[in-house]
């Protein structure tokens, strides 16, 4: 990466960013759903949203697969009608447990940026 590059830095940034807080996002679309949901809608959601994904649908598979891993997502396949079957996601109770903390986690750790960018840290 070149030294002077900002749009290089940033793209890194971004990346580095992104991690953690698309699964975040992820469990809340899910905890918000009245039914579960396969990734395209997901992808939607987050789009609709301008989201942590938006335009990156290929990103979300991994992802959800992760958090399936962990337990705190649920899928089951369906056949469809115009295609493939389709994987849909549910949130798990361990999965709202984990998306209390993460998002208290989350704003405690927005709140003391916010505070440093600004320059009112107490």
Same mark, same amino acid.
Not at 13 to 23: H, P
Not at 33 to 53: F, Q, S, T
Not at 91 to 104: M, S, Y
């Given at each position: ?5 900002? *749009?290089?830095? &940033?793209?890194?940034? @971004?990346?580095? %960013? ?5 699964? +975040?996002?992820?469990?809340?679309? $899910? ?18 949203? *301008?989201?942590? &994904?938006?335009?990156? @649908?290929?990103? %979300? ?5 992760? +958090?399936?891993?962990?337990?705190? $997502? ?49």
């Amino acid at each position: 990466m070149a030294m002077n590059d900002p *749009d290089a830095y &940033l793209k890194k940034f @971004q990346k580095e %960013l992104s991690a953690g807080t698309v699964s +975040l996002a992820l469990l809340a679309v $899910l905890a918000q759903a009245d039914a579960p949901l396969y990734g395209y809608l997901i992808a939607k959601r987050l789009e609709r949203l *301008d989201g942590v &994904l938006s335009g990156k @649908q290929s990103a %979300l598979y991994p992802v959800l697969r992760n +958090l399936e891993g962990a337990g705190l $997502l649920q899928s089951h396949v369906e056949p469809s009608a115009s295609g493939p079957p389709r994987r849909y996601y549910r949130i798990t109770e361990t999965g709202r447990d984990c998306l209390r903390a993460w998002t208290a986690a989350w704003r405690a750790t927005r709140d003391s940026v916010d505070s440093v960018l600004e320059g009112t840290h107490s």
